[in-house]
Nanobody
Framework: QVQLLASGGGLVQAGASLRLSCAAS????????MSWFRQGPGKEREFVAS????????FYANDVRDRVTISRDNNKNTLYLQMDSLKLDDTAVYYC??????????????????????WGPGTQVTVSS
């Protein structure tokens, strides 16, 4: 089992930056793909960004790709999401997710939420005008 705990959310003004972190414990996801998703008020959960096990491959949702950077530090078992130029529409609960079902060191990224077996409880990001 993998336990994921996201942090770093908060209330910020439009145009500000935030860095989210997701600490993994238990079984390490360092050899597997991880991603960020979010769910805004009244919206379905949506994909934000995905990163391969070694960070060599990343994939972003179209509406965030110019403002968001996903990264990871496998030595610390931590996933990050740097978000810049935040907009009101970025208001959401942000979830980190890990998949351990594929082969270790598989070089891929995916926005398919059904691939991810482990999810953290989320961290709230609220952007105000």
């Amino acid at each position: 089992q993998v336990q994921l705990l996201a942090s770093g959310g908060g209330l910020v003004q439009a145009g500000a930056s935030l860095r989210l972190s997701c600490a993994a414990s238990g079984r390490s996801p360092s050899a597997h793909t991880m991603s960020w998703f979010r769910q805004g008020p009244g919206k379905e959960r949506e994909f934000v960004a995905s990163i391969s096990w070694n960070g060599a491959r990343t994939f972003y949702a179209n509406d965030v790709r110019d403002r968001v950077t996903i990264s990871r530090d496998n030595n610390k078992n931590t996933l990050y999401l740097q978000m810049d130029s935040l907009k009101l529409d970025d208001t959401a609960v942000y979830y980190c997710a890990a998949e351990l079902g594929h082969a270790r060191y598989a070089d891929y990224v995916t926005s398919d939420p059904t691939v991810y077996e482990f999810w953290g409880p989320g961290t709230q990001v609220t952007v105000s005008s």
